[in-house]
C-alpha cells in the first residue's frame, strides 16, 4: 500500500519514526562525505549553511515531537534559530576538528578516510535518534504518567459502531475474521493515567485462540471520513498487526494538501482538539481501490448496477 505525502512528511517530522531516523542520519553522512577543504568560498558558504539548515531542522523536530505544552511555539522557534546560529558561529572551529580526523586517518592508512568518517556521524546520528526513540514519550505525559498500569476495559459502544461499519463495508481483507475479533475484543486503557481529554485512538486487545486476519499488517481499506473543527476533513482509520485488531484512530484527512498539513502542524493544532468521536452518522464510508479511496455506496453501485 503506497504512503502518501500526507503521512510521509508526518513521519518525516516526527523525531521517534523510522523514516526521521533514516534520512537523518543518511544526510549527515552525505554532509561528512564532503571535504570542506576542497570547497571554494562560495561552496564552503553553502556547506555551512546547509549544516545549519540541518541541525536546525533535527532541533525543531525534537522540540515539536517531544513537547508537553510548557514551551511556547515562539520559544521553540528562538531554540531552533538559536541552534543554526551556533552552528555557524562553530563552524571554523568544526572543520578545523574534521580536518585532524580526516588527516588521522590517511596517517593510519586509511585509503577513504572522507567514507569512514561518514559511517561514523550515521552511526552517531541513528545512536542519538534511537536513545530519543526509545525514552518515555513526554507529548502524552499527561495521558500516560509514570507508573500507570494498562487495564483493559469494554469497548465503548460509539467505538464498537464506528469499527462495525468499517468491517461491513467489504467480506475481503480479513473482515469477517475481523467481525468475529471485535465481537470478544476489550480496548486498553492506564489505571493512574490523568487523561481527561480525549484522545483520538483506542487500541485493542483479542483473544489469542480467534482466526487472524489475512494481510496481517495493514492498514484496513475501509476509512471514515467526516469534517470537524471548522470544516476540516479527518480520517478514521483501523489498523491490523499480526492478523488482529490493533488501533481504531483519527488522522488529518488524506485529500489534505501537504501546505495544509504544514500550516495546521505549524500552529501547533493537535488531533485532541476533536474532542470526542464522531457519530456514525457523519462517517463518508470510503475504500481504497487502485484509483484512490471512493465512496463505498458509489463502488457497489457501480458493481451491481
Known amino acids: 500500500m503506497p504512503i502518501s505525502s500526507r503521512v510521509a512528511l508526518a513521519q518525516l517530522n516526527n523525531s521517534r519514526s523510522v523514516t526521521n531516523g533514516v534520512v537523518s542520519a543518511s544526510l549527515m553522512a552525505v554532509m561528512t562525505l564532503i571535504e570542506p577543504r576542497r570547497l571554494t568560498t562560495v561552496g564552503r558558504l553553502f556547506y555551512r549553511l546547509s549544516m545549519a539548515v540541518l541541525t536546525a531542522w533535527g532541533v525543531w523536530v525534537v522540540l515539536r515531537s517531544d513537547d508537553d505544552g510548557t514551551l511556547p511555539a515562539a520559544a521553540r522557534a528562538g531554540v531552533t534559530v538559536g541552534a543554526a546560529g551556533a552552528t555557524l558561529g562553530i563552524a571554523e572551529a568544526g572543520e578545523a576538528l574534521d580536518a585532524r580526523l580526516s588527516d588521522s586517518l590517511v596517517r593510519a592508512g ?55 461499519q468499517l468491517l461491513m463495508v467489504s467480506n475481503e481483507f480479513g473482515a469477517p475474521e475481523l467481525r468475529a475479533q471485535l465481537a470478544s475484543a476489550r480496548a486498553s486503557v492506564y489505571q493512574g493515567s490523568q487523561l481527561g481529554a480525549f484522545w483520538p485512538g483506542v487500541g485493542f486487545r483479542v483473544p489469542a485462540d480467534l482466526p487472524l486476519a489475512v494481510p496481517g499488517d495493514a492498514t484496513f481499506p475501509v476509512i471514515g471520513r467526516y469534517r470537524a473543527l471548522g470544516d476540516r476533513t479527518f480520517d478514521v482509520y483501523l489498523v491490523v498487526q499480526e492478523g488482529r485488531l490493533a488501533t481504531l484512530a483519527i488522522s488529518e484527512a488524506r485529500d489534505w494538501t501537504d501546505e495544509e498539513l504544514e500550516s495546521w502542524m505549524d500552529a501547533d493544532h493537535g488531533l485532541q482538539e476533536l474532542g470526542s468521536w464522531p457519530s456514525v452518522d457523519e462517517l463518508d464510508l470510503l475504500i481504497e481501490t487502485a484509483e484512490g ?5 458509489a463502488l457497489a453501485a457501480e458493481t451491481n448496477p
Not at 126 to 154: H, I, K, M, N, Y
Open 293 to 297: 479511496y471512493q465512496l463505498a455506496t
Open 110 to 164: 586509511a585509503t577513504r578516510p572522507r567514507a569512514i568518517l561518514a559511517v561514523g556521524a550515521a552511526a552517531v546520528s541513528l545512536a542519538s535518534w534511537w536513545v530519543a526513540r526509545t525514552r518515555p514519550e513526554t507529548t502524552q505525559q499527561e495521558c500516560f504518567d509514570e507508573g500507570a498500569a494498562e487495564q483493559q476495559v469494554d469497548v465503548s459502544d460509539e467505538v464498537r459502531a464506528i469499527v462495525s
